[in-house]
């Protein structure tokens, strides 16, 4: 039987879903998987109620000899053959642990940018000649490799980190009349943590262009909302639309009310999930076209694609798909297809499998 060990953080379950999943459905395949992360956490308990083993791991910092002794233990006491790290602050410590044993080291590797060669810290993690193989969620985030001149690009491999509609089909939409909403009124969602590479600012100035006869409700979920908001100094007529949520632990039921689901990235990100979530719910996706993002969506088809940082782009796109609500509801059941066949999280499963088995096999 093929051992794996997982390091990873599945305190927040619903951020954590998409990673989680992997592991449970590969326990169910068969292999035995052992998981590293926070003892509370809700997967944890998921994992055990599943005969998984689970061992209360936190690593604050991104390297300690502590955490170096803690993995080395378990790797010796288990025989894994896999020691798959998704959390960065375990990479160091896990990739040391590792030294002289008999396991492959998989790392996890999201964004696009941040890879450089002459950065002597970068051969601490993803460029250490330990690591045996590197996951890239998207593309982009492989590209980032490619230019590495003392690494073996053969190392990164690109499997999408796939989506379930079925895990959506719970979601009750919430009562959007509470915000002063009518129904039939084409509300769109934008949920982000306001960082300067999410381009919230390129949305409301969006919503400034609109036609004034355009009724298109906006609800903005998360942290840091009500600032932007207020530093766009939005005129009364266009405030009235804007609808701050802020945070919440599960935005879900928000964005499930909805017609359309906006991200107006300014430069490239990871497969989003809030964008997977979106289209699993059968939410129209508007996004900017970027590496990463840009494959979700096949323009026009499953969802709107704009240049990034182009407001009068991404108005105008708001405009023809809140002003048609039959070519809007005909793309949101397209998005969804489009997950269940192009980034369904079993494809992810078996891909994942495969390279555990690829790696297992390669010195027997």
């Not at 390297?63 to 080395?72: K, P, S, Y």
């Not at 129904?183 to 400034?208: F, Q, S």
């Not at 980034?343 to 010195?363: M, P």
Request: aromatic content about 8%.
């Amino acid at each position: 039987m093929l051992r794996v060990l997982v390091i990873s953080d599945f305190r927040h379950a619903h951020a954590a879903r998409p990673e989680a999943e992997i592991f449970l459905a590969l326990h169910r395949a068969g292999l035995e998987v052992e998981v590293m992360t926070p003892d509370e956490d809700e997967y944890a308990h998921r994992f055990r109620d599943q005969g998984m083993a689970v061992h209360d791991f936190r690593p604050r910092r991104k390297f300690t000899w502590r955490d170096v002794r803690t993995i080395r233990q378990r790797l010796v006491a288990g025989g894994h053959r896999i020691l798959h790290v998704l959390s960065r602050n375990a990479m160091t410590s896990a990739i040391i642990a590792a030294r002289g044993l008999p396991v492959a080291v998989v790392l996890y590797r999201g964004a696009s940018r941040g890879i450089r060669w002459y950065d002597p810290l970068a051969y601490f993690k993803y460029l250490h000649p330990r690591v045996d193989a590197i996951v890239c969620n998207t593309q982009g985030s492989a590209w980032a490799f490619g230019w590495q001149p003392f690494f073996d690009s053969t190392k990164v491999t690109v499997i999408p980190k796939g989506h379930d509609p079925v895990w959506y089909e719970h979601v009750i939409p919430a009562d959007l009349s509470a915000l002063g909403i009518a129904p039939g009124t084409p509300a769109v969602a934008c949920v982000a943590n306001v960082r300067r590479v999410k381009g919230v600012p390129v949305l409301l100035e969006a919503i400034r262009q609109l036609p004034a006869a355009q009724e298109i409700h906006f609800l903005l979920i998360e942290r840091g909302m009500d600032d932007v908001v207020k530093a766009a100094r939005l005129a009364p007529a266009d405030r009235r639309h804007v609808h701050v949520i802020g945070f919440t632990s599960d935005p879900l039921p928000w964005v499930a009310a909805c017609d359309v689901f906006v991200l107006p990235s300014l430069s490239s990100e990871a497969l989003t999930k809030s964008v997977l979530e979106a289209m699993s719910l059968g939410v129209t996706p508007v996004i900017t076209d970027l590496p990463g993002n840009a494959a979700l969506v096949e323009h026009g088809v499953s969802g709107w694609k704009v240049p990034p940082g182009n407001a009068a782009a991404l108005a105008e796109a708001l405009v023809r798909v809140c002003g048609d609500p039959e070519l809007c509801t005909k793309v949101a059941n397209q998005a969804r297809q489009r997950v269940a066949t192009q980034f369904h999280h079993a494809a992810t499963v078996t891909q994942i499998s495969a390279l555990y088995r690829r790696l297992a096999n390669r010195d027997s």
